[in-house]
């Protein structure tokens, strides 16, 4: 009996983690796209515009959602060796502790909705 449910509970464990690891690559693919489409709106907005202080604020959005962009992009990478290492049956130190990532993609998730909601009433105000 006790082969039958040896690691039956670690296994459990990081089946679930791998779960969220993977669901956690889809929440931050999400907000990538949407902050393309924040960019793309930002670069309309400019275009269209020649008053020196939107300028000046756009750009400060710009290098926002730029930096938003590369924080996305590590913190995939981190989450993706993470899952990389569930998926070979989490042997050796884990590359990354699971709690803290999901506190960075919870922060990652309220900072771009920050983000985005200040930039939309950006536009709104100066449209």
Known sequence: MNNLFSGGRNNLISEDQAL???T????????RTDNAQLIRQLAD???N???RGFIEEA???????????????????EIKEQLAWLENNAHGPSPHDHSSLK???TKMVMD???LKTSFLKF???NS
């Open 20 to 22: 969220a690891c993977a």
């Open 24 to 31: 956690w690559l889809k929440i931050l693919q999400a907000l």
């Open 45 to 47: 907005a400019v275009n």
């Open 49 to 51: 515009s020649a008053d």
């Open 59 to 77: 750009e400060a959005f710009q290098l926002k959602m730029l930096s938003r962009e590369e924080a996305i992009v590590l913190l995939r990478h």
């Open 103 to 105: 506190e960075d993609v």
């Open 112 to 114: 771009y909705e920050n």
């Open 123 to 125: 536009l709104s105000i």
